[in-house]
């Protein structure tokens, strides 16, 4: 189980500090509104993650238990769709961009619903997920939805964690990214190999 939940935690923390949308919506609204309202976000987009996750827990389940063929194509698809996603970040534009002109402050409900909304209408994800979770299940035979939940858990935690940190230091990131535009083409980089790297790892 270790085996399998160790180089998980590592991919999804890699994957989770790699630049892209959600991750610059929390920098963003905590430029705007301060840490506080930034967490709340966090807290809703981390809790879409819940949806993406029952969604693929109970369809790659029973697929799971009707053909193991089935599985091993998912696996690769997932791979394969790992790789188009390096590939899109390799040829995509290394600048970051972002801004508060026009967020308003909104209510603390407001802001949670509008996190998880975000994250639950993003079917991304759910295709994300898709191609990750399913090759790191540490035992295919026994009671798959529990190894899904407990990965989307997981999951759940390393990105409220990352985020929330995101949201406290917004200013001090928002400022260094100001001042150094080159940066951009490192997150570019990184994405890509971070990319690269999981696919590889779903198909060991």
């Given at each position: 189980?270790?085996?399998q939940l160790i180089p998980f935690l590592t991919a999804s923390v890699l994957l989770t500090i790699?630049?892209?949308p959600d991750i610059i919506y929390v920098l963003v609204r905590g430029m705007a509104n301060g840490s506080k309202y930034g967490i709340i976000v966090v807290l809703g987009l981390v809790?879409?993650?819940?949806v993406h996750t029952s969604l693929v827990a109970f369809g790659v389940s029973a697929i799971i238990k009707n053909s193991p063929v089935l599985f091993m194509l998912i696996k690769i698809f997932g791979a394969l769709y790992l790789f188009f996603l390096a590939y899109q970040v390799f040829k995509s534009d290394s600048k970051i961009a972002f801004s508060t002109k026009g967020l308003q402050k909104k209510t603390l409900l407001s802001l949670f619903r509008q996190g998880f909304i975000m994250n639950v209408l993003n079917p991304k994800v759910t295709i994300y997920f898709l191609a990750f979770f399913p090759g790191f299940l540490w035992e295919p035979s026994g009671n798959t939805v529990l190894q899904f939940?407990?990965?989307g858990l997981l999951f759940m935690l390393q990105a409220f964690v990352i985020f929330s940190a995101v949201a406290m230091m917004a200013g001090k990131i928002s400022g260094y990214l100001k001042k150094h535009p080159n940066s951009g083409s490192v997150?570019?980089?990184m994405q890509v190999v971070?990319?690269?790297?999981?696919a590889v790892l779903i198909l060991i």
């Amino acid at each position: 189980m270790l085996e399998q939940l160790i180089p998980f935690l590592t991919a999804s923390v890699l994957l989770t500090i790699s630049p892209g949308p959600d991750i610059i919506y929390v920098l963003v609204r905590g430029m705007a509104n301060g840490s506080k309202y930034g967490i709340i976000v966090v807290l809703g987009l981390v809790s879409g993650i819940l949806v993406h996750t029952s969604l693929v827990a109970f369809g790659v389940s029973a697929i799971i238990k009707n053909s193991p063929v089935l599985f091993m194509l998912i696996k690769i698809f997932g791979a394969l769709y790992l790789f188009f996603l390096a590939y899109q970040v390799f040829k995509s534009d290394s600048k970051i961009a972002f801004s508060t002109k026009g967020l308003q402050k909104k209510t603390l409900l407001s802001l949670f619903r509008q996190g998880f909304i975000m994250n639950v209408l993003n079917p991304k994800v759910t295709i994300y997920f898709l191609a990750f979770f399913p090759g790191f299940l540490w035992e295919p035979s026994g009671n798959t939805v529990l190894q899904f939940y407990i990965l989307g858990l997981l999951f759940m935690l390393q990105a409220f964690v990352i985020f929330s940190a995101v949201a406290m230091m917004a200013g001090k990131i928002s400022g260094y990214l100001k001042k150094h535009p080159n940066s951009g083409s490192v997150l570019k980089w990184m994405q890509v190999v971070v990319f690269i790297l999981i696919a590889v790892l779903i198909l060991i």
